[in-house]
């Protein structure tokens, strides 16, 4: 699949993006782990969230939905699990894999998770090393890649694990694993990620006590049902911020976003470039914290992007980049090296497309250079990346000429709707069958 963009749309209306992907997943694993029947309204319809969805379906958790975003979970206990038929197959998903992977260290059967080209090449021993510390049997293939196979039966001990980079999926990983472990097991993050397993695990009634950076719990207790619903996904509703924010007379209103303040680094980012946002009619929905939010276009400036906000933006940089392709002057980037072991290297990826759409794009070890000016048109590709797809479309708003974005099938993992929501506020774009493309 590809996406054809022509120069010059618009960007106009109220829109409410898809549902968070991070707590769609977790809705599914700790709902799955409970006692009683949980309930998930706004639940992620992408294709990510619903591999976690039927990894558990396959280990014999009934899940109905998801049917318009609901999903009901008839939680089998936190022994309750069993053992799948073949390998749990997850896709492009390095959530589902990492966090199950500390669900799946204190069963008492073994299970292989597999994945897709782009997965097949992500790190897993950063998980796995934490796990074999608290006393897990886990196997990665060549070079600490998947798949990943974690052997039942091991008695787990609770440890005290100083992470050594900043990651919500490994944190989390190691907090599951704990559920299963004897004693206390605590993290120590380096900087802070986001915290929707902490804040989700109270939700369903377990104790997390966090202390800055560092999250504590006991092993051994039980989870109850609750009822959660899910904000929208402040990383899909980056793309349109930073759409409305380099498109000429936009004014685009976004409802019912997840601003978690381990979240807002693009919001911050954008502001300190000069951007024109509004948060407003802020409320908490299931302990998490949502707002309506106002963008405007805006002569953006390029800054030396504050390293403290790498960790709550790291999802949202591609489509940063392009806001910086779009600034006056240069916008520079350090501290970012997690951004290369992503779906793909988007720093690398990323400067190739800017490169051939006329842009001054000079990729670091941690980061990027990026000199603002005009986009032109190119054909560029994605490489499966969802993240990279959506990001270059953006960047369409700005363009002189045709953009044609190849590999696209993926945003479907993340932004199901993307082109037909991009499309209705004005975005020029289409989706197109590569073969018939060419």
Same mark, same amino acid.
């Given at each position: 699949?590809?996406?054809?963009?022509?120069?010059?749309?618009?960007?106009?209306?109220?829109?409410?993006?898809?549902?968070?992907?991070?707590?769609?997943?977790?809705?599914?694993?700790?709902?799955?782990?409970?006692?009683?029947?949980?309930?998930?309204?706004?639940?992620?319809?992408?294709?990510?969230?619903?591999?976690?969805?039927?990894?558990?379906? %396959? &280990? +014999?958790?009934?899940? #109905?939905?998801? $049917?318009? /975003? !609901?999903?009901?979970?008839?939680?089998? =206990?936190?022994?309750? *699990?069993?053992?799948?038929?073949?390998?749990?197959?997850?896709?492009?998903?390095?959530?589902?894999?990492?966090?199950?992977?500390?669900?799946?260290?204190?069963?008492?059967?073994?299970?292989?998770?597999?994945?897709?080209?782009?997965?097949?090449?992500?790190?897993?021993?950063?998980?796995?090393?934490?796990?074999? %510390? &608290? +006393?897990?049997?886990? #196997?990665?293939? $060549?070079? /600490? !890649?998947?798949?990943?196979?974690?052997? =039942?039966?091991?008695? *787990?001990?609770?440890?005290?694990?100083?992470?050594?980079?900043?990651?919500?999926?490994?944190?989390?990983?190691?907090?599951?694993?704990?559920?299963?472990?004897?004693?206390?097991?605590?993290?120590?993050?380096?900087?802070?990620?986001?915290?929707?397993?902490?804040?989700?695990?109270?939700?369903?009634?377990?104790?997390?006590?966090?202390?800055?950076?560092?999250?504590?719990?006991? /092993?051994?207790?039980?989870?109850?049902?609750?009822?959660?619903?899910?904000?929208?996904?402040?990383?899909?509703?980056?793309?349109?911020?930073?759409?409305?924010?380099?498109?000429?007379?936009?004014?685009?209103?976004?409802?019912?976003?997840?601003?978690?303040?381990?979240?807002?680094?693009?919001?911050?980012?954008?502001?300190?470039?000069?951007?024109?946002?509004?948060?407003?009619?802020?409320?908490?929905?299931?302990?998490?914290?949502?707002?309506?939010?106002?963008?405007?276009?805006?002569?953006?400036?390029?800054?030396?992007?504050?390293?403290?906000?790498?960790?709550?933006?790291?999802?949202?940089?591609?489509?940063?980049?392009?806001?910086?392709?779009?600034?006056?002057?240069?916008?520079?980037?350090?501290?970012?090296?997690?951004?290369?072991?992503?779906?793909?290297?988007?720093?690398?990826?990323?400067?190739?497309?800017?490169?051939?759409?006329?842009?001054?794009?000079?990729?670091?070890?941690?980061?990027?250079?990026?000199?603002?000016?005009?986009?032109?048109?190119?054909?560029?590709?994605?490489?499966?990346?969802?993240?990279?797809?959506?990001?270059?479309?953006?960047?369409?708003?700005?363009?002189?000429?045709?953009?044609?974005?190849?590999?696209?099938?993926?945003?479907?993992?993340?932004?199901?709707?993307?082109?037909?929501?991009?499309?209705?506020?004005?975005?020029?774009?289409?989706?197109?069958?590569?073969?018939?493309?060419?």
């Amino acid at each position: 699949m590809e996406f054809l963009l022509q120069p010059g749309g618009q960007m106009r209306g109220t829109a409410r993006v898809p549902g968070d992907k991070s707590i769609s997943h977790r809705s599914i694993m700790l709902g799955a782990i409970a006692d009683g029947i949980t309930t998930v309204d706004g639940f992620l319809e992408g294709e990510d969230a619903l591999s976690t969805l039927k990894a558990f379906q %396959a &280990m +014999g958790v009934q899940i #109905e939905g998801p $049917e318009n /975003g !609901r999903v009901v979970i008839h939680g089998v =206990g936190r022994d309750g *699990l069993k053992a799948p038929a073949g390998d749990l197959y997850v896709g492009n998903s390095g959530t589902s894999m990492r966090l199950l992977a500390g669900l799946l260290a204190g069963q008492n059967f073994d299970v292989t998770m597999t994945g897709d080209v782009s997965l097949s090449k992500r790190p897993m021993e950063r998980v796995a090393a934490p796990l074999r %510390a &608290m +006393g897990a049997v886990v #196997e990665t293939g $060549e070079g /600490g !890649r998947p798949p990943l196979t974690l052997r =039942g039966g091991s008695k *787990l001990q609770g440890i005290d694990y100083v992470l050594p980079m900043a990651s919500a999926q490994v944190k989390s990983c190691v907090l599951l694993a704990g559920l299963y472990a004897e004693g206390q097991t605590r993290t120590t993050e380096p900087a802070p990620t986001r915290d929707h397993s902490e804040r989700m695990l109270r939700g369903f009634g377990y104790d997390v006590h966090v202390a800055g950076p560092v999250a504590t719990l006991q /092993g051994g207790g039980r989870l109850s049902a609750v009822h959660i619903d899910v904000p929208a996904d402040i990383s899909s509703a980056a793309f349109f911020m930073v759409a409305a924010s380099i498109c000429p007379n936009a004014d685009l209103t976004l409802e019912h976003v997840g601003i978690n303040p381990t979240r807002v680094g693009v919001i911050n980012i954008l502001r300190a470039m000069g951007g024109d946002i509004t948060v407003f009619n802020e409320r908490e929905v299931g302990g998490e914290p949502v707002a309506d939010i106002r963008i405007r276009h805006a002569k953006l400036k390029g800054i030396n992007i504050p390293e403290d906000q790498v960790p709550l933006a790291i999802d949202e940089f591609p489509v940063l980049f392009v806001a910086a392709a779009c600034a006056e002057g240069r916008t520079v980037l350090t501290g970012a090296e997690e951004l290369r072991v992503k779906e793909s290297d988007r720093i690398q990826v990323m400067a190739d497309g800017l490169q051939a759409m006329g842009i001054s794009a000079v990729p670091t070890e941690d980061g990027i250079v990026i000199e603002g000016g005009q986009i032109t048109g190119a054909t560029v590709n994605s490489h499966h990346d969802h993240r990279i797809a959506m990001s270059f479309a953006v960047a369409s708003l700005r363009a002189t000429k045709t953009i044609r974005i190849q590999d696209c099938d993926n945003v479907a993992t993340s932004f199901p709707n993307f082109v037909e929501l991009a499309a209705s506020l004005g975005m020029q774009i289409e989706q197109v069958d590569a073969e018939s493309a060419s």
